[in-house]
């Protein structure tokens, strides 16, 4: 071939040889990043990201999710589009441990998350004042799992939450969360445990924004499972 | 028109609310007004200054990167 043409050549298929090496670059970190998708801990794994760089290659079955997307923030970021369009899940059905997953994160809205298997989830939303939607927000079915009063704390922007499962312990608190409407406070108390009958008392924090959007048989709905509303 | 239907119930809520500059505590949760349950009771909650009421801990500002605002 004259060089000339192996110029051409060159030329013609520069942009190939580009996009390949780029995928070339992407298949060995995420590889690494996400050991050939054998990863399940997920300690920090996307902790202090731009989002924009969250293209992971792999479905993520997480056992641990503490710090995981902590600091994850730059521009406003839709967690369910990312997933639906790098075609990956993320499941943390068997995960136990969730500490500021989403802390300081600004996602504004993330999908199925599944903390009925959770021994920790301090600060698991806690300041991600970006986040507008939490798809489902799954429970176990016993009520065994207590709040520690900041798993939404500062989530001034939270608007959409649905609960699956049961609530049965103290310590969830949507205080600063006054943007909740009124089919996700409906969520919050249908989920509570039915106590009456028994000697139990619960105590769920809503905010006076919040009880205010309630009437009084909604609250009673609360009330007369044995929960007081605060 | 059959009226067997009919239903009257009767709906009790208890509320408490705090005094100027107190907020109430059962000494896990704070708030300046409840609606008690049915298995709660008005001796299990009492007044607290406002002056009184747990900050956010220091640790936890570090822990989380950002002080209160």
Known sequence: MSLAKKLTTIAKNEQKVFEAGKQTEYDMFWDAHQKNGQRTDYDGAFGGWLPVNFRPKYSMYVDNARYMFRMCRGTKFDLVERLKQMDVILDFSNCSNFRCTFNMSSFTRVGEINISKAAETDYIFGYATSLITIDNLIFDENGILKGRNNEFHYCTELQNIKITGVIGQNGWNFNYCEKLTHDSLMSIINALKDYSGTTTTKTLTLGATNLAKLTSAEKAIATEKGWTLA | ?69
């Open chain 2, 1 to 69: 028109m059959d009226f067997s239907i009919m239903k009257k119930s009767t709906i009790e809520l208890i509320k408490l609310t705090a005094s100027d500059g107190m907020t109430l505590t059962n000494g896990e949760t704070y708030s300046k007004e409840i609606y008690l349950g049915v298995n709660d009771s008005v001796d299990n909650w009492r007044e607290i200054p406002d002056s009184e009421v747990p900050e956010i801990t220091p640790e936890e500002i570090v822990a989380n990167g950002v002080a209160k605002t």
